[in-house]
């Protein structure tokens, strides 16, 4: 099958914050499960419905925090034998604009990665 990312995935745990829904008590943690420039892939039983814009708050390593909002894009549901090898959870494709502490981010992954 061909790949047809424009952006290289680079595995990465971070917790997610991000809002289900309108109701004042719908804040939903999850995991990133990778992550590249242009978007991410959230670990979370909540799965938001395809084509939802969501507000979220990525955690970064040393206490850093990033808002991002993005269009969900593909979501996926593990079936309950899998879900330890297999992450259920959904793509959030980001908007460009607002999220520069993102691309710094993910920048120095790449750089990390290139120097190892």
Do not use: C
């Not at 995991?31 to 990525?58: E, K, M």
């Not at 999220?99 to 190892?116: L, M, N, R």
Request: net charge positive; glycine share 8%.
């Amino acid at each position: 099958m061909a790949e047809k990312r424009s952006a290289p995935r680079k595995k990465k745990r971070l917790i997610v914050d991000f809002d289900f829904d309108t109701a004042a008590d719908s804040r939903t943690t999850g995991f990133t499960h990778d992550i590249s420039r242009s978007g991410l892939f959230v670990r979370t039983i909540r799965i938001p419905q395809i084509g939802r814009i969501l507000n979220a708050v990525l955690h970064l390593p040393h206490g850093k925090q990033v808002a991002i909002q993005g269009k969900v894009v593909r979501s996926f549901r593990a079936p309950a034998s899998l879900r330890y090898i297999v992450p259920s959870g959904f793509g959030l494709r980001l908007y460009r604009e607002g999220s520069p502490g993102y691309d710094e981010f993910t920048a120095s992954i790449e750089d990390q990665v290139k120097s190892a």
